[in-house]
């Protein structure tokens, strides 16, 4: 394996997992705040709603 052959593939995939891990990161975020979001809002609707907090505490 000559050393001068290619010697754009180790910064090339350098890049790409410098790319690959941020990409990652964010979709990581982004999902965890659209579950925090989701969470918070069904929260909210389950206290406004009366008929689902009767179901919730009193489970027929």
Same mark, same amino acid.
Request: charged letters at 10%; aromatic letters at 8%.
């Given at each position: 394996?000559?050393?001068?052959a290619?010697p754009? @593939?180790? @910064? #090339? %995939?350098?890049?790409? %997992?410098? %790319? !690959?891990?941020? +990409?990652?990161?964010?979709? *990581?975020? +982004? &999902? &965890?705040? @659209? *579950?925090? !979001? &989701? !969470?918070?809002? $069904?929260? /909210? !609707?389950?206290l /406004? $709603?009366? #008929? @689902? &907090?009767? %179901?919730?505490?009193?489970?027929?």
């Open positions: 394996m000559q050393p001068n290619t754009n @593939v180790p @910064v #090339y %995939l350098l890049a790409h %997992l410098r %790319l !690959i891990s941020a +990409f990652a990161s964010a979709s *990581l975020w +982004f &999902s &965890s705040s @659209v *579950l925090r !979001i &989701s !969470i918070m809002h $069904n929260a /909210r !609707i389950m /406004r $709603n009366p #008929y @689902v &907090s009767m %179901l919730r505490t009193n489970p027929a």
